[in-house]
């Protein structure tokens, strides 16, 4: 989530706000698919590939047309979401629960977009890169068990 910040900041504007903006629309999609039980593969898989992804855009400080960087954005919006849906106890107000996850992948984006803003100055370039090569290799420590056929489920 922090990294659909950093990457929006990184490419400035639009993107600061699309991205950010975008990525809880069509993850709310995504939750929907969840709740309604839709089999959605490799959802994992998704949210793991999203960290190296996204880590990888703000480390490459890859700047692709808007429109690319949204279809990839709105690509893992879809597997987080999906995630959380899935994930929705009994007990939960399904509408309270989504307002929720929402509420709270903004404020990460936030958070992202204000760390990213360091990429405004010339010191702050290495940082951000840094940070998305960190991102990525959280990514890559979630895929990795996937991949190997480790996993376990706690839940």
């Known amino acids: 989530m922090v990294a659909v910040g950093l990457w929006g900041a990184q490419l400035g504007p639009p993107a600061i706000w699309a991205l950010p ?3 809880p629309l069509v993850m709310a999609f995504g939750g929907l698919l969840g709740v309604l039980g839709v089999n959605l593969p490799g959802v994992e898989i998704g949210i793991a590939a ?6 990888l855009t703000v480390t490459l400080a890859v700047r692709p047309p808007l429109w690319v960087a949204g279809m990839l954005v709105g690509l893992f919006a879809i597997s987080h979401g999906y995630a959380h ?7 939960a107000n399904a509408l309270a629960f989504a307002m929720g996850f929402v509420v709270a992948t903004g404020s990460l984006h936030v958070t992202g977009i204000i760390i990213g803003l360091i990429d405004r100055w010339p ?32 839940i």
């Open 21 to 23: 903006v975008m990525f």
């Open 50 to 55: 999203s960290a190296i992804a996204l880590g």
């Open 85 to 91: 849906g899935a994930e929705l106890p009994e007990s």
């Open 123 to 154: 010191w702050g370039m290495r940082p951000l890169r840094i940070g998305g090569a960190a991102i990525a290799a959280c990514g890559l420590y979630f895929l990795v068990p996937h991949l190997a056929g480790t996993y376990s489920n706690p």
